[in-house]
């Protein structure tokens, strides 16, 4: 069998010293620390966004930027499968030089995809019209930025500079203020994604600033042309996942109503600030596993299980937090909306659970740049995830679709770990291939 990935750790050369464990540990906790404070940050903004939403315009406007939402993550995840996952898996940890020069082009792939992608969205909404027309368009404008400002967190975290992606982070949050204050005069969706949109464009600038580096787009074509062992693999990976929730949604709203969209997507507002925990180890943990497989291999298979199960207890934590809360509690949050998503906190936090737990073992298998089998796992969990979001809705609406979600969650999950045993046990009959450099 031939190796996957293109980078692998030396043969250690024995236990490291005490002192040396502990310096190392605290490194560790130090990335991933910056990377939840990171991600708060940006949860925040994302979630100031989604509550504006719900509070000032209702139910059915909310189906409709939650519409949009999900475009983009699909959008994002294309851009993260092409440019930036390749970005972290081969150049984490590198001396500064490589680094520079893999970052200058991954984020300039970045801009060209959400360039490209962008005006697709712009003329799919000017030809739509209605209320969902204006809301493609506008995030058809918003999208380079979004996915340039992205990028560079990407970028900052494979360099272990966490502090800089919390920075960028942070100013759009900053600018975000206002430029929602002005959207919610305006009062429509459309207002708040150019809102959303130009507190990104303000962000990428400033990561401009932070780097000292131009996004190269016209190298795009050659990083995609070299990564592509990879590239095409996390694309079609990431699209799986991003596109199984994107037609779930779809066809969740044509079975019980654009409504019932809103009500899942208020749902995933409620276990938010877990989510944005769990986003935010995924921006480090592929970064890190790789850090613990050039150093100490043995070691990643416990890496891996102590992260998704830390995770999966954390889920079921707040799940039972937010079981507990009073509804004058949820109305102040969510408004109308929190009827409808309080009857799903509990699949919800269930299906949330397995994802943390099945992150584990795919931050794993990126580590090992196993892109075979991580395909292979996001096939199979994108597909169960449909099948169980869309079947679920036909027997039982927007419940029936949660539990569905639930169920094909710990199926994924239990795929994800059968592949990251056997990788690791093949692992050690592989030879050592050489760290390619841009």
């Known amino acids: 069998m031939t190796t996957e990935g293109v980078e692998a750790p030396a043969p250690a050369a024995g236990?490291?010293?005490?002192?040396a464990r502990r310096s190392a540990a605290r490194a560790v906790v130090g990335r991933l620390s910056w990377g939840l404070a990171d991600q708060a940050a940006s949860s925040m903004t994302n979630f100031a966004v989604g509550i504006y939403v719900a509070r000032e315009l209702g139910v059915s406007a909310f189906g409709?930027?939650?519409l949009a939402w999900l475009t983009y993550g699909v959008?994002?995840?294309?851009a993260r499968g092409l440019a930036t996952d390749p970005l972290v898996v081969r150049f984490s940890g590198v001396p500064d030089a490589p680094w520079r020069a893999a970052a200058a082009r991954a984020t300039g792939a970045a801009l060209a995809v959400g360039a490209t992608l962008g005006g697709v969205c712009l003329l799919v909404g000017l030809g739509l019209g209605g209320r969902v027309g204006p809301a493609f368009a506008c995030l058809g404008v918003a999208l380079p930025a979004l996915l340039l400002q992205d990028a560079w967190r990407f970028?900052?975290?494979a360099a272990g500079s966490g502090k800089?992606?919390?920075?960028?982070?942070l100013v759009q949050g900053v600018v975000l203020v206002p430029a929602m204050v002005l959207a919610a005069r305006v009062g429509t969706v459309a207002a708040f994604l150019l809102a959303w949109g130009a507190s990104a464009a303000v962000a990428a600038g400033y990561g401009c600033l932070q780097s000292g580096l131009r996004p190269r787009v016209a190298r795009a074509r050659g990083w995609l042309r070299e990564q592509r062992d990879l590239g095409s693999r996390y694309l079609v990976e990431n699209v799986s996942l991003s596109g199984a929730g994107q037609l779930r949604a779809y066809g969740l709203g044509a079975i019980a109503g654009v409504g019932a969209v809103g009500a899942v997507r208020g749902a995933e507002l409620l276990l938010g600030p877990f989510l944005a925990l769990l986003m935010g180890l995924s921006l480090v943990?592929?970064?890190e596993a790789a850090r613990v497989l050039r150093r100490s291999p043995n070691r990643l298979g416990r890496f891996c299980l102590l992260l998704g199960g830390g995770q999966a207890a954390a889920a079921l934590l707040w799940g039972a937090a937010l079981l507990l809360m009073p509804?004058?509690?949820?109305?102040l949050v969510l408004g109308d909306v929190w009827h409808s998503a309080s009857q799903l906190i509990v699949p919800a936090t269930l299906g949330v659970a397995g994802a943390g737990l099945g992150s584990g073992a795919a931050a794993g298998l990126r580590a090992l740049a196993a892109a075979r089998r991580s395909l292979r796992c996001q096939l199979f969990a994108s597909a169960c995830y449909l099948g169980g979001g869309l079947g679920g809705a036909a027997a039982a609406g927007t419940v029936g679709s949660a539990w569905g979600v639930a169920a094909a969650t710990a199926c994924g999950s239990a795929l994800w770990w059968l592949q990251l045993r056997t990788a690791l046990r093949e692992r050690h009959h592989e030879p050592i291939p050489e760290v390619r450099t841009p």
């Not at 236990?15 to 002192?19: E, K, L, V």
């Not at 959008?75 to 294309?78: C, D, Q, R, S, Y």
């Open 285 to 287: 943990t592929v970064a």
């Open 164 to 169: 800089k992606a919390f920075s960028n982070d």
């Open 155 to 157: 970028a900052f975290f």
């Open 15 to 19: 236990p490291a010293p005490a002192p």
């Open 327 to 331: 509804d004058r509690a949820g109305e």
């Open 64 to 66: 409709v930027f939650s």
């Open 75 to 78: 959008v994002l995840n294309v």
